[in-house]
Structure formats: structure tokens, C-alpha cells
């Protein structure tokens, strides 16, 4: 599989869940730069070949406008907007 335009980097939430992990392989085979975030370093996701950043934080201990803050902050690290992909509802 191929994708026309792999320029938008993504940020996949709580990676640590399988999910996470499917996520950033299947985007980062096909190009995609994949960063990462959960609340744990020992996520195995941070240790993929795939994960181009990772960002530690813990949204389920924060306040909301604290996690959007930081959300907000990690985005610019990047240097583009992304694309914000969430892997659990809670």
C-alpha cells in the first residue's frame, strides 16, 4: 500500500496500548512521521524504529487544559501541525 502525501506528521495518544504500537508501525512503514505519547517511559512503542519523538505524560493524573497545554507545546516541537490520533477513550 501506498499514500499520496506522507507530509503530516502524526501524534498517536497512549501508545502503550496495542493499538499504539499497530498505529505507529503501519503510518511509519508508509512513510509517515509517527511521534508518540504516554505516561510511561517503558512504553515498548517508544523503543520502535518508527517513533521519530516521544513525549511523557500522564493525562489520566492532569487536568484537561493542562494535557491541551502540553498537547499544544508538543505539536510545536515537531514543527508542523499534526495529526492527533487517540488510541482509548479514557
Do not use: Q
Not at 503501519?26 to 517513533?51: E, I, K, M, Q
Amino acid at each position: 500500500m501506498t499514500i499520496a502525501d506522507s507530509s503530516t506528521p502524526v501524534v498517536v495518544l497512549g501508545s502503550g496500548h496495542h493499538t499504539g504500537l499497530a498505529v505507529t508501525r503501519s503510518l511509519g512503514r508508509l512513510g509517515v512521521r509517527v511521534f508518540n505519547v504516554d505516561s510511561t517511559r517503558s512504553a515498548p512503542v517508544l523503543l520502535s524504529r518508527y517513533c521519530r519523538g516521544k513525549f511523557i505524560w500522564d493525562f489520566d493524573n492532569v487536568p484537561p487544559e493542562k494535557s491541551v497545554e502540553y498537547l499544544t507545546d508538543a505539536t510545536r516541537k515537531v514543527g508542523r501541525r499534526c495529526l492527533l490520533i487517540p488510541t482509548s477513550d479514557h
